[in-house]
């Protein structure tokens, strides 16, 4: 079993920035990917950045590219997403995703997913 915790959330105008953060504890294997997706209001969870065990591979979805970086930590067992240019679009329940290699998370073909965290962009 693996968990995972996300912070970073919260209230920010747009054009600004927040960084969320994801420690996954437990049962993690050697090694694993890890994503970010979110959910807005009324609408389906989405995919958002994915990146490799090592961080020389990531995606991002197209709404983001440009203003969002993922990043890892394996030292800390935990994965970042950088958020700038924040648009009221990006308000959303941000979720962490664990999946054993990058393709089954951009698929969303997830193993263990966080409990979200909520992101609120005000116009």
């Known amino acids: 079993q693996v968990q995972l915790v996300e912070s970073g959330g919260g209230l920010v105008q747009a054009g600004g920035s927040l960084r969320l953060s994801c420690a996954a504890s437990?049962?993690?294997?050697?090694?694993?990917?890890m994503g970010w997706f979110r959910q807005a209001p009324g609408k389906e969870r989405e995919f958002v950045s994915a990146?490799?065990?090592?961080?020389?591979?990531?995606y991002y979805a197209d709404s983001v590219k440009g203003r969002f970086t993922i990043s890892r930590d394996n030292a800390k067992n935990t994965v970042y997403l950088q958020m700038n240019s924040l648009k009221p679009e990006d308000t959303a329940v941000y979720y962490c995703?664990?999946?054993?290699?990058?393709?089954?998370?951009?698929?969303?073909?997830?193993?263990?997913w966080g409990q979200g965290t909520q992101v609120t962009v005000s116009s």
């Open positions: 995703a664990f999946a054993p290699i990058i393709g089954l998370v951009v698929e969303g073909r997830i193993d263990y």
């Open positions: 437990g049962r993690t294997r050697s090694t694993y990917a």
């Open positions: 990146i490799s065990w090592s961080g020389d591979n990531t």
